[in-house]
């Protein structure tokens, strides 16, 4: 049989080993919580494409904004303030020279012509007699002297009547109003059996296979320009283009350094409306230019910039522009021929960064 002090020895014994394995279990849990040192990172690498610099014929494309207006249009109006019968057109209807296109009662007029022409029937009887009292006739007029003739017709009113007969002719011919030019009616405002505000136009008449356009450069494009230069006509709601050509330079600038310029186009379909704000684009060729896509030049502290590639990385180069046309534009300084200038994945990157071609 154990005594009791053989059993107090046994639960001292457990009592240190398990303080022996918690200490053991603390030294375990320090060297598992130890953070370690952070691994040092690599530089990043942007994508970036990029292309030798161009030089050689620089296909010059000066692009502005004008004004298009039908070379040949007419304002029509009626002179007398008769009432309108009738008006036989609407707005956008083509009409031909010469047709009538409203109508006012003339029945006043036609009246007036009828009396003018009984007036000057009876001027001829007057002149007549007085003719005779001179042995002469009217149907042999060749044969009276030109003093005696005109002396016969003033005092028989001839000249007056046939003066009298001619207006009333003329007036009834204004209650037609007719077509000056071929084209198509616009700005028609005027009521049937209304009076007309002889004033004002009754309607205006476009022709539209001729237009001319008007428009602004900078002067320093001036030695660019020269007559019969091609330009282009186009809109911003539609792809039609219409090829037309210089016609007029001013030889003066205004206080804004611009000159105006004319051109003519051929308007096909109708495709452009009198008054209509167009695109203008004239096109020529400027030999032994440096130039680039216009995609790589970006802006650095209000600066055009242009990155180039060499062995890995990015340069940015401030440049200065000229010319310019719907893809490249023309570098006069800042770079050189050779430069492998980058044209995508620029629009971010820093000076000396690490690149890599894409393409």
Not at 76 to 103: D, H, M, P, T, Y
Not at 128 to 144: A, Q, V, W
Request: with cysteine.
């Amino acid at each position: 049989m154990k005594s009791k002090y053989t059993y107090i020895s046994s639960i001292t014994f457990l009592f240190f080993f398990g303080i022996l394995l918690i200490s053991c279990d603390n030294k375990t849990e320090t060297k598992k919580t130890t953070v370690p040192s952070t691994p040092k990172t690599t530089d990043f690498v942007e994508k970036v494409a990029f292309d030798t610099i161009q030089k050689g014929d620089f296909n010059l494309e000066l692009q502005t904004s004008g004004k298009a207006f039908a070379k040949q249009k007419a304002e029509v109006k009626f002179i007398l303030n008769e009432k309108i019968n009738a008006i036989r057109v609407k707005n956008g209807q083509k009409v031909s020279k010469g047709q009538v296109i409203a109508q006012q009662n003339n029945d006043s007029y036609r009246n007036k012509v009828i009396k003018a022409k009984e007036q000057l029937a009876r001027a001829k009887i007057d002149v007549e007699d007085i003719l005779i009292g001179f042995n002469h006739s009217l149907k042999d007029s060749t044969n009276i002297p030109k003093s005696t003739l005109n002396m016969a017709k003033n005092r028989g009113n001839y000249n007056t009547s046939i003066s009298d007969l001619n207006d009333a002719r003329s007036k009834l011919a204004s209650t037609s109003l007719r077509a000056p030019i071929s084209g198509v009616i616009a700005n028609l405002e005027t009521k049937k059996y209304s009076y007309p505000d002889t004033t004002k136009p009754f309607c205006i008449i476009i022709n539209n296979d001729i237009f001319e356009v008007e428009f602004s450069i900078l002067e320093e494009n001036f030695i660019f320009l020269q007559k019969g230069q091609a330009i282009e006509i186009s809109t911003n709601f539609s792809e039609k283009i219409f090829n037309g050509e210089l016609t007029e330079i001013n030889p003066s600038v205004d206080e804004n350094g611009l000159i105006k310029v004319r051109g003519t186009f051929a308007n096909s379909d109708a495709g452009i409306l009198d008054g209509m704000n167009v695109n203008v684009t004239i096109k020529k060729v400027v030999p032994n230019k440096l130039f680039v896509p216009k995609e790589s030049v970006v802006l650095r502290d209000n600066k055009k910039v242009v990155f180039t590639y060499k062995n890995g990385k990015a340069f940015w180069n401030y440049v200065e522009t000229s010319f310019e046309n719907t893809t490249h534009i023309v570098i006069e300084k800042g770079l050189k021929k050779g430069d492998l200038i980058i044209y995508e994945g620029n629009a971010n990157l820093a000076h000396n960064a690490s690149v890599t071609n894409i393409k």
